[in-house]
């Protein structure tokens, strides 16, 4: 078994350095929730940055236990610089659905973060934008998409060595559509990014692809490259629907959609009503790699689409 060396500016041993240079596929690794939910948090963050923050740790582990049940993602975001805070201030707040056909973004500012208490988590999780408006008036539909970017260096010193560089290029692009986010999941893809409301994730961002990916957003649309998988799929939906992405150049966010899936299969459906059926099998990953900066090296399991058969147009 071949053993794996890494160093990048001069810093050996980072996880992301290990995944570039094994060239670890990214398609099927994106985190899985049909919705996200988001609270500006300013200051620092600790690696469990809900309950390691400014904000109360009590309502940080509920919040985010609450969100996990309702298939929501919960996280913190705070502005690109620096910024007081220990000051009395209001907090920006993000909710997103990211289900095809009920894709929406609300935001909005709360005194207290636990006002977030009140809001229809269920409501978010189904899609219904009316109902999480109703159980939290201070939220409005956001018409730009957004995009977070891991920056949390105490949960994965990758996500802060080269996260932070694409956040402050792209603030400067797109004032007030860029945030800093605490932990997106798979570090060794950093610098990683979702897109919202769509829940596309990436991986190894540049700026120039970062500011693609928002520009592309506004026209409906993704950036095929550098996708890691919109977390409204299970992690074989996500392969399955960048694979037929690939396959056929679609570029339109909500132009797929992942229909049905068993132990071997995932069948994707166009808006055309096209269909594909995707082989999806797993596989050990040689050499063993880091999860994450400061791990040992372990024999994880990648995913692989091991054939595209088309299906009859429905």
């Not at 041993?13 to 398609?27: A, I, Q």
């Not at 919705?35 to 740790?57: F, I």
């Not at 996260?163 to 559509?177: E, H, W, Y």
Request: aromatic share 4%.
């Amino acid at each position: 078994m071949m053993l794996v060396s890494a160093t990048v500016s001069g810093r050996p041993g980072l996880c992301s350095t290990f995944c570039r240079d094994l060239r670890e596929p990214m398609p099927g690794t994106a985190v899985v929730a049909t919705g996200w939910l988001v609270v500006e948090q300013p200051g620092p963050w600790g690696n469990k940055a809900p309950t390691q923050s400014h904000l109360d740790p009590g309502f940080g582990a509920k919040i985010d236990a609450d969100a996990k049940k309702a298939d929501l993602r919960f996280g913190l975001i705070r502005s690109p610089g620096r910024h007081a805070d220990a000051v009395p201030r209001s907090h920006q707040v993000y909710v997103a659905s990211t289900v095809p056909g009920q894709t929406w973004l609300l935001g909005g500012c709360v005194a207290d973060p636990k006002q977030l208490l009140a809001l229809d988590l269920q409501a978010v999780s189904r899609g219904d934008r009316d109902a999480a408006i109703r159980s939290l008036p201070e939220l409005a539909p956001v018409n730009e998409p957004i995009l977070l970017v891991c920056t949390n260096g105490k949960r994965d010193e990758c996500c802060a060595l080269l996260g932070r560089p694409i956040v402050t290029a792209l603030a400067a692009q797109a004032p007030g559509r860029v945030w800093e986010a605490n932990h997106l999941g798979g570090h060794r893809f950093a610098p990683t990014a979702t897109l919202l409301p769509a829940g596309i994730m990436y991986g190894q961002l540049d700026v120039e692809t970062a500011g693609a990916i928002l520009t592309a957003a506004d026209r409906g649309e993704t950036v095929l490259e550098k996708l890691r998988g919109r977390s409204t799929w299970t992690k074989r939906g996500q392969l399955a629907e960048i694979t037929v992405r690939d396959l056929i150049g679609e570029a339109g966010l909500d132009a797929l959609r992942v229909v049905a899936e068993d132990l071997e299969t995932v069948t994707v459906r166009h808006r055309d009503g096209r269909l594909w059926t995707v082989e999806v099998i797993s596989e050990s990953a040689d050499p063993p790699r880091p999860e994450s900066c400061g791990k040992e090296p372990f024999a994880m399991s990648i995913l692989r689409a091991a054939s595209v058969t088309p299906g009859p147009v429905r």
